[in-house]
């Protein structure tokens, strides 16, 4: 059976001992290099490739989140689990953003650990369960925002059909009196019609209201 070769980047070397010896005692899994801060584990990965990196958040100099982004950059097959002894909401999200697989609490117990890195080389998200609820909360809240503020873009530039006959026109660099032959309406309907368009579309000029309504896809 091939092993997964993991790589322990973390400033502290106790620590790194006492991951790598409950790593080796596994018939799964091998060591195949430490780093004590997030440019040598930047370098070390690239090195040697690893398939797991357990990597600390908080390490001098280069830090655990930049370490992971120019990683994943590097080796975008190699994942990476952040471990950490503080519960941030701000690194949680910067982390999952960057790329990591997981992130757990270095207060976690050994077999626990052991079955979040596995999971984690199947694809499954290695996360406490404190940690991926606080995840979906902040999945939904985003998406509730996302639908609000799609529903108000809709709103925004929602024209009537004359408008979108009118705006149709004015894109075609059609004059006011044009506009009104081609529609058969009065110059005054045209001129209201065209500042309500250029009122919805949030702009001040009929070439902005044509290069809006290109870009929307209204005409």
């Not at 990965?45 to 992971?68: F, N, T």
């Not at 999952?96 to 984690?120: F, P, T, V, W």
């Amino acid at each position: 059976m091939e092993k997964v070769r993991v790589l322990l980047a973390d400033d502290h070397a106790l620590f790194r001992e006492g991951l790598a010896g409950i790593i080796a005692s596994q018939p799964d899994m091998e060591v195949v290099g430490e780093a004590s801060d997030g440019l040598e584990s930047l370098v070390k990965a690239q090195e040697l490739k690893p398939d797991l990196i357990l990597m600390d958040v908080q390490m001098p100099g280069m830090d655990g989140l930049e370490a992971i982004r120019q990683i994943k950059q590097a080796l975008p097959e190699t994942s990476v689990v952040m471990l950490t002894v503080r519960d941030d909401d701000e690194k949680l999200f910067e982390a999952l953003k960057n790329g990591a697989q997981g992130y757990l609490l270095k207060e976690i117990r050994s077999q626990e650990l052991l079955a979040m890195l596995r999971g984690a080389m199947q694809g499954e998200a290695a996360l406490s369960a404190s940690l991926a609820g606080r995840v979906l909360v902040e999945f939904r809240r985003l998406s509730r925002s996302r639908l609000k503020r799609d529903l108000t873009d809709d709103e925004e530039y929602m024209l009537t059909e004359r408008e979108q006959q009118v705006l149709l026109q004015v894109s075609d660099g059609a004059t006011d009196k044009e506009i009104a032959d081609a529609l058969t309406i009065s110059l005054n309907t045209v001129k209201t019609h065209v500042r309500n368009i250029l009122s919805k579309l949030h702009v001040s000029t009929r070439r902005e209201a044509a290069k809006v309504a290109k870009n929307k896809g209204l005409v």
